[in-house]
């Protein structure tokens, strides 16, 4: 699998901005989960509910949606 990393600012509880950098692959643009992600609770089950609304295959190579709430905790 790649290297993925996530920059965020939370800000009472909630999630401002994202930005996630690494050498994965992706064919369409994760601008858009960044975006998606932006004034979402900073909590698991807020989070999987804006990832599962993307193949996340689509965007990350072998990295899956628990690889990334992982990293965002």
Do not use: C, P
């Not at 909630?14 to 998606?36: L, M, N, P, S």
């Amino acid at each position: 699998g790649g290297t993925i990393e996530m920059n965020m600012n939370v800000s009472k509880g909630i999630i401002q901005d994202v930005k996630i950098t690494g050498d994965f692959f992706h064919i369409k643009d994760i601008e858009v989960i960044e975006r998606a992600l932006e004034n979402t609770k900073h909590e698991e089950k807020a989070i999987r509910k804006v990832l599962n609304q993307f193949d996340l295959g689509q965007y990350f190579n072998n990295i899956t949606q628990d690889d990334l709430v992982a990293i965002m905790f």
